[in-house]
């Protein structure tokens, strides 16, 4: 649901799948990554650990190739050059070596106030929820994290095994456990793990259960995710962008007034008030914390409205 908001965020999950089809099934067109990897960084630059997890996975795997054997130096070139390009290529913003340290922040405090930020509990991960044959966000991702911990344990079995596709769902892991709104890249990431490891063989349940039950099981949980999507977009907003829950009113009057001056505003609500203000109003605060504004400028922004103290 998240994603049905236009958001930088939409950008980067377009960029995990070209880069994981081209390194997966395309590799000779690897030449097109460090292109890919400019718009990337400049469509969404905060999210270049995740450009460097899955091209430094790709890249410790040939050099493991490597190691193990000898490579013809012209597939060599071919692979490792544009996978070290595209990791340079993240500096090619208007921010330069300044985006760097952005990722870096700490956002432990901010994850108190922020809910997309906070880490994914033990209880979230087990639980589950279904209703009318519509699951929860949280019950398909479950679904999806106990299969992707399974493939995981058959890729231990089979050969050969991919470092690359390792260290792509473990670096996953390390993005979930930075905050709920991880999960998506999480599953984009685990993905080549899940497809070169399924987890059930087949014919496991050949013989062992009726056709008519065996597909009726396989129907009821393809419609799953299906009743998912049109419970999500039953009240879906406008597209591309919706007034719902923000000041429209308040930034209409205000551009017709025309007096300028500072707006003592909800933080919630400052991106759009920015948006729609500027240059001639001055919002108090948005939400980009830590990277802008500190805990304490959060702390009054949220108690202003309803603590006397606070407000003087």
């Known amino acids: 649901p998240r994603y049905l908001l236009v958001r930088p965020h939409m950008m980067t999950l377009v960029f995990i799948i070209t880069f994981l089809y081209i ?11 460090p292109g890919l990897a400019i718009l990337w960084s400049n469509f969404h630059g905060i999210t270049y650990p995740v450009l460097w997890l899955i091209c430094g996975s790709y890249l410790l795997e040939e050099i493991w190739v490597r190691v193990k054997g000898p490579t013809p130096s012209r597939q060599i070139t071919s692979r490792v050059v544009p996978l070290v390009v595209s990791m340079l290529a993240v500096f ?13 922040i700490s956002t432990a405090s901010a994850s108190e106030y922020i809910q997309e930020l906070a880490p994914l509990s ?7 929820h279904l209703s009318m044959m519509t699951a929860s966000l949280f019950t398909m ?12 344990l058959a890729s231990l079995r089979n050969t050969p095994f991919r470092i690359s596709h390792w260290l792509l769902a473990l670096g996953g892991g390390v993005l979930l456990a930075k905050g709920l709104r991880f999960m998506s890249e999480f599953c984009l990431l685990a993905l080549p793990l899940l497809k070169a490891n399924p987890p059930f063989p087949p014919g496991l349940f050949a013989g062992k259960v009726s056709r008519p039950v065996y597909l009726a099981s396989v129907f009821f949980l393809m419609l799953i995710p299906v009743m998912l999507v049109v419970a999500t977009f039953t009240q879906r907003p ?9 000041p429209q009113g308040v930034a209409a009057f205000l551009n017709h007034v025309k007096s300028g001056g500072s707006v003592l505003n909800h933080p919630n609500t400052g991106g759009y008030l920015q948006w ?10 948005d939400m980009e914390v830590p990277f802008l504004f500190r805990d304490e400028d959060m702390y009054i922004a949220q108690h202003v409205f309803s603590d006397e103290e606070v407000l003087r």
């Open 23 to 33: 390194l997966e099934f395309k590799p000779q067109r690897a030449i097109y990554l």
């Open 238 to 246: 406008a597209y591309p962008f919706s007034h719902r829950d923000l």
């Open 122 to 128: 033990l209880p979230d991960v087990l639980s589950a």
């Open 141 to 152: 991702f479950n679904l999806f994290f106990l299969i992707a911990c399974l493939a995981a």
């Open 276 to 285: 729609m203000l500027y240059p001639r109003y001055r919002i108090f605060l």
């Open 92 to 104: 090619l913003t208007p921010h330069g070596i300044r985006l760097f340290s952005r990722p870096l």
